[in-house]
T-cell receptor
Framework: KQEVTQIPAALSVPEGENLVLNCSFT??????LQWFRQDPGKGLTSLLL?????REQTSGRLNASLDKSSGRSTLYIAASQPGDSATYLC???????????FGGGTRLMVKP | EPEVTQTPSHQVTQMGQEVILRCVPI?????FYWYRQILGQKVEFLVS????????KSEIFDDQFSVERPDGSNFTLKIRSTKLEDSAMYFC???????????FGSGTRLTVV
């Protein structure tokens, strides 16, 4: 059974810092991995999708990498802003069309 | 940008009552999903639906739960007899094809009292 872990569970940084959020998984036979943002009491906003054949994806200040062999993905946020404060979730699927397995999230606070 | 729409945003119901949560997936998407998130816990998969039938379901999705696509646009989750532990945020999601990225709705917060 796939297990997804995110470390740290919470992170507080001053504005402007570059930061890395970590996601690890136990079964490397994944189909794709997706990073989401969740604001308190709100839905999930997709940030980046990495297919199993890809090593990284970039969108603006965000860069996500995938290393299947080590069972890890990282989300890099450059020049963090207070508006980046949210919970960041990674989730992956093992087969096309199948369920996503979520990590517990990293709650990020960026202080002005 | 196309959205997945969920209604209602909040629902309070008495234990033992039936509830129906509604979702309108993105129009050209073919795969539909329900997930739930109990307060403070991980997002959990409930069920996936493709070609008018359930393609996968979790252990949580027992006989109290059912899904339906009654017309070409709506996708519903029914809980027949709600329990206190059904209180959670319920998310609907859709994808064009299995393996594409998922688009999630903003959720329905269900409170069972």
């Amino acid at each position: 059974k796939q297990e997804v872990t995110q470390i740290p569970a919470a992170l507080s940084v001053p504005e402007g810092e570059n930061l890395v959020l970590n996601c690890s998984f136990t079964d490397s036979a994944i189909y794709n991995l997706q990073w989401f943002r969740q604001d308190p009491g709100k839905g999930l906003t997709s940030l980046l999708l990495i297919q199993s054949s890809q090593r990284e994806q970039t969108s603006g200040r965000l860069n996500a990498s995938l290393d299947k062999s080590s069972g890890r993905s990282t989300l890099y946020i450059a020049a963090s802003q207070p508006g980046d404060s949210a919970t960041y979730l990674c989730a992956l699927s093992n087969n096309a069309g199948n369920m996503l397995t979520f990590g517990g999230g990293t709650r990020l606070m960026v202080k002005p | 940008e196309p959205e997945v729409t969920q209604t209602p945003s909040h629902q309070v119901t008495q234990m033992g009552q039936e509830v129906i949560l509604r979702c309108v997936p993105i129009s050209n998407h073919l795969y539909f999903y329900w997930y739930r998130q109990i307060l403070g816990q991980k997002v959990e998969f409930l069920v996936s639906f493709y070609n008018n039938e359930i393609s996968e379901k979790s252990e949580i999705f027992d006989d109290q739960f059912s899904v339906e696509r009654p017309d070409g646009s709506n996708f519903t989750l029914k809980i027949r007899s709600t329990k206190l532990e059904d209180s959670a945020m319920y998310f609907c999601a859709s994808s064009v094809r299995g393996g594409d990225g998922y688009t999630f709705g903003s959720g329905t917060r269900l409170t069972v009292v």
